[in-house]
């Protein structure tokens, strides 16, 4: 069946089967273009249903998705609560692997907070389900959602130095394979025009990275940077020559799309990235058990 003639499909999904998503095509490369974070509206903050997001990676010539939506905990007395809901997610992954499975593999994913609403224990629980691939990220200071605070108001040393720790106590508490967007803060500093000296950090980094390492974890190249203030992935350059220095060896890539028009956006940078750094492969995941895909 062709992506371009479904006409007895739901016709609410019509508009996106359009040459609206331009294809990528990284000749340079000749990579197979996988994307292993993307959210689905099944995240709060997602925008687009799975198919949309599936279809809008077929278009642009992607051969693997990875569906990584937020597991935040389930207290639902938290301030910034995500609700989740795993049991439509596997029925929509379900879905669109038979609608498309023979275009694209369909990677079942997810993105954990680090959170006290999240143990070790409620993740293990949680990963019972047949997760592919899961991403472990920080995303809050003490409770509070870094996205929508005033990070200006913290102090900057204090913020990175419980940044760096939390995830560190991520490693050693949770069971997942990627520390998603590493660096993040700069992200966030950027989004109010501060650019932050890394050097003061880098001690902070290396130590981190070290873990990681040690743990057997990977790390992802987040391209969401690209598209906002922060103009760089998430690791930069320089942090990935340092995990590939310290022996690092596990690289996922990214988009962090929260929207179908995201998909695989930036992509075809964070493999010059990875390359830039002295990765020869990039890290594909099924099962949880990662394979090496050479650049
Ligand atoms: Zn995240
Ligand atoms: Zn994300």
Do not use: W
Not at 144 to 150: A, L, Q, R, S, V
Not at 187 to 203: L, M, Q, T, V, W
């Amino acid at each position: 069946m062709k992506l371009l003639e479904r006409k007895h499909m739901d016709k609410k999904h019509v508009h996106v089967c359009t040459n609206r998503y331009k294809p990528i095509y990284n000749k340079k490369v000749n990579l197979m273009l996988v994307d292993y974070h993307v959210h689905s509206n099944i995240s709060e903050d997602g925008e687009n249903s799975m198919l949309e997001l599936v279809e809008a990676a077929i278009i642009r010539g992607f051969s693997e998705i990875c569906i990584t939506d937020h597991y935040e905990g389930d207290d639902k007395s938290y301030k910034f609560f995500h609700h989740y809901d795993a049991e439509k997610y596997f029925i929509d992954i379900q879905k669109n692997r038979q609608l498309y499975g023979t275009r694209i593999a369909i990677k079942a994913g997810i993105e954990v907070g680090y959170s006290p609403r999240v143990t070790g224990d409620k993740l293990a629980k949680m990963l019972e389900l047949p997760y592919d691939f899961v991403i472990g990220s920080v995303h809050e200071h003490d409770g509070i959602d870094y996205h929508t605070t005033d990070i200006t108001t913290f102090d900057e040393n204090e913020f990175f130095g419980t940044y760096y720790a939390k995830i560190e106590k991520m490693v050693a508490e949770y069971n997942f394979d990627c520390v998603g967007h590493f660096d993040l803060l700069h992200r966030y500093y950027a989004n109010f025009g501060i650019k932050i000296d890394k050097s003061k950090y880098e001690e902070l980094a290396v130590h981190a990275l070290k873990v990681i390492i040690e743990a057997g974890k990977g790390l992802e190249i987040n391209t969401s940077g690209l598209r906002q203030r922060l103009g760089d992935t998430m690791p930069s350059l320089d942090i990935m020559k340092m995990y590939r220095a310290l022996g690092g060896e596990i690289v996922t890539i990214g988009s962090d799309a929260h929207y179908a028009r995201d998909v695989g956006a930036g992509i075809a940078n964070a493999v010059d990235v990875a390359k830039a750094a002295g990765f020869r492969y990039l890290t594909v995941v099924s099962g949880r058990a990662p394979s090496f895909v050479r650049m």
